[in-house]
Nanobody, 124 residues
Framework: QVQLVESGGGLVQAGGSLRLSCAASGRTFSPYAMGWFRQAPEKEREFVAAMFRTSSSTYSADSVKGRFTISRDNAKNMVYLQMNSLKPEDTAVYYC?????????????????WGQGTQVTVSS
């Protein structure tokens, strides 16, 4: 069984930065793509960013491109989301997720393990 635990959320003013962390349990980590999703109140869960095994294989949603950066440390079983230039519309619960083996995409159906989420609130 895989467990994912997010941390690092909080309240920040617009223009500020936060760094989310996701700790993954389990011995096999590096073969899987990892992703970040978010869900705002009364909205559907949406893709934020994904990363395959190395930093050369990442992509993000247009809404966060140039502001958010996903990274991972395979030796520590950790995934990160550096969020800069935050906007009020970034307010949401952010979830870390592990992709199914061989999947590397933006569809939530392609991810089989999810964390409990961490709240990010950006004030104007």
């Amino acid at each position: 069984q895989v467990q994912l635990v997010e941390s690092g959320g909080g309240l920040v003013q617009a223009g500020g930065s936060l760094r989310l962390s996701c700790a993954a349990s389990g011995r096999t980590f590096s073969p899987y793509a990892m992703g970040w999703f978010r869900q705002a109140p009364e909205k559907e869960r949406e893709f934020v960013a994904a990363m395959f095994r190395t930093s050369s294989s990442t992509y993000s949603a247009d809404s966060v491109k140039g502001r958010f950066t996903i990274s991972r440390d395979n030796a520590k079983n950790m995934v990160y989301l550096q969020m800069n230039s935050l906007k009020p519309e970034d307010t949401a619960v952010y979830y870390c997720a592990r992709a199914r083996l061989g999947y590397y995409g933006r569809d939530a159906e392609g991810y089989d393990f999810w964390g409990q989420g961490t709240q990010v609130t950006v004030s104007s």
